[in-house]
């Protein structure tokens, strides 16, 4: 019988928190005087200066998140959270290619940060992290990194043209960064340790026009107590815009450049050290009903000895109508991931997704977007505002059957490629999730991968995915 020992600390962490949701309900209850904002995916976006006026504090915890101590000068604290426990369940992990047997665990995850507002020209934010994998093979990080540092950095504001509204902010240290749809620059939320990146980022609004220029490295993690480092073997770099288009109410545009390096970048085609170029493009927004998300890159540059030549295109596009007080929503999601076609012809051309949402597809994040082609027709119900079903179905292909199948992690899987057979799996799921309040969201889902016969060549076997999820943020 496996011990319950590592669960007690953070069932002790939830203890104090369970007793506040029974005042939180017995508030719900109450006409709220205002409703405050929820809270953001990005906790250092939020912004608490409302709380100067008492009569606005309609929250259990909204004493610790304006926290004055000089208000005619505009400083203030702000004091957050947030305690996740997250159960999955893999029948076959990673398709049992290593032999794996099914295994269910516990991912627990604490995050606490504090945030110093020093007027409007200067800020500091940290948050802390602690991150455990009870009952899970293997744990290593995403998993497992017991108190480190999330984040530590500080901004400082510029006042360059000040009559202009030319204030760019100047970030430096470790954070988390989000860009576009998440599909190349992404926090990884659903494992267990949100990715960061350590380094500087310079940003600012001219003229309707969001700019963001940075120069980071991603954190490599350990599993022990404050070893967290920047990764010395890998950058990014890049500008990053948005700009609403005029000629298409609802629309905006995104414009980017990528820079990336690794020095140990592993393809099917061998090992070796890589330095990428990203320049691509996207379309998102929403109008009567329709809501569209199309994105499309180029990639070049050099791996090893060989020179890089890859694309890649994904588009999210739906329809959402108002049924008898249901919002009813039917969607179609298409991707397509270059592949390398010719080991031996001097050129890679794996499209590389640089740091992308693990859940890509679905939750089980089984598969990543090199070399890969897909549809996935998606089904989503809200009877109310708080909770949402979605169904998915997604069959996948591989671009070109000379290239391997990718892990969700971006790993070619061994004796793929150059194998007869472009068909990878059939994936459907099914998500559902209840926000309950502000502060409480329950998720759970279900994930069914049926396997072609290339993965099941490879020795890879079907795959259940189950997960359950409870999160409190303050």
């Known amino acids: 019988m496996r011990s319950i020992a590592p669960v007690l600390p953070r069932a002790i962490c939830w203890a104090p928190l369970a007793a506040n949701l029974a005042v939180v309900a017995a508030n719900a209850q109450q006409p709220s005087r205002e409703t405050a904002p929820a809270y953001s995916l990005l906790r250092f976006e939020e912004d608490y200066r409302y709380l100067r006026d008492p009569a606005k504090h309609t929250d259990v915890w909204d004493p610790l998140k304006y926290i004055p101590i000089d208000s005619d000068r505009g400083w203030y604290l702000s004091l957050g959270g947030e305690l996740r426990e997250r159960f999955e369940y ?64 500080v901004d400082v504001r510029l006042p360059l043209r000040a009559e202009e509204d030319l204030d760019p902010v100047l970030r430096i240290g470790r954070q988390e960064m989000v860009f576009g749809a998440q599909r190349l620059v992404s926090i990884r939320d659903a494992p267990n340790v949100r990715r960061a990146f350590e380094g500087i980022r310079l940003g600012d609004t001219i003229g309707g026009v969001r700019i963001d220029a940075l120069l980071t490295r991603p954190v490599l993690l350990r599993t022990g107590a404050f070893d967290d480092t920047a990764n010395d073997a890998q950058a990014l770099w890049g500008v990053y815009t948005t700009a609403s288009v005029k000629l298409l109410p609802g629309a905006k545009a995104d414009l980017y450049y990528l820079g990336f390096e690794n020095e140990t970048a592993i393809y099917a085609a061998g090992m070796g050290p890589e330095r990428r170029h990203t320049i691509g493009t996207r379309f998102f927004g929403g109008a009567a009903g329709w809501d569209w998300d199309w994105e499309v890159l180029y990639q070049f540059g050099t791996f090893a000895q060989q020179d890089i030549q890859a694309w890649g295109l994904s588009t999210d596009t739906g329809y959402t109508r108002d049924i008898m007080g249901w919002k009813v929503r039917i969607g179609l999601k298409a991707d397509i991931g270059s592949g390398d076609r010719n080991a031996g012809d001097g050129t890679l051309g794996t499209l ?43 069959p996948l292909w591989r671009a070109t059957t000379q290239g391997a199948i990718y892990t969700g992690a971006g790993l070619p899987i061994a004796g793929t490629a150059g194998q007869p057979g472009r068909f990878t799996a059939h994936q459907l799921s099914v998500d559902l999730t209840w926000q309950l309040d502000r502060h409480v969201q329950l998720t759970t889902g279900y994930v069914h991968v049926d396997t072609a016969d290339v993965l099941q060549a490879a020795g890879g076997r079907n795959v259940d995915f189950v997960y359950a999820s409870a999160a409190y943020k303050f």
């Open 352 to 394: 590389n997704a640089l740091f992308p949402k693990l859940a890509y597809f679905n939750q089980a994040a089984l598969f990543g977007p090199s070399n890969v082609m897909d549809l996935q027709p998606t089904f989503s119900v809200q009877p109310n505002e708080r909770f949402k079903v979605t169904v998915g179905y997604n």
């Open 90 to 153: 893999y029948s076959s992990p990673n398709f049992s290619l290593q032999g794996q047997s099914a295994n269910g665990y516990l991912l627990s995850r604490t995050l606490l940060h504090a945030d110093l507002h020093v007027g409007d020209y200067l800020r500091t934010f940290f948050e802390l992290g602690s991150h455990f994998a009870s009952w899970k093979d293997a744990a290593a990080p995403p998993y497992l990194d017991r108190w480190d540092l999330q984040q530590a950095f």
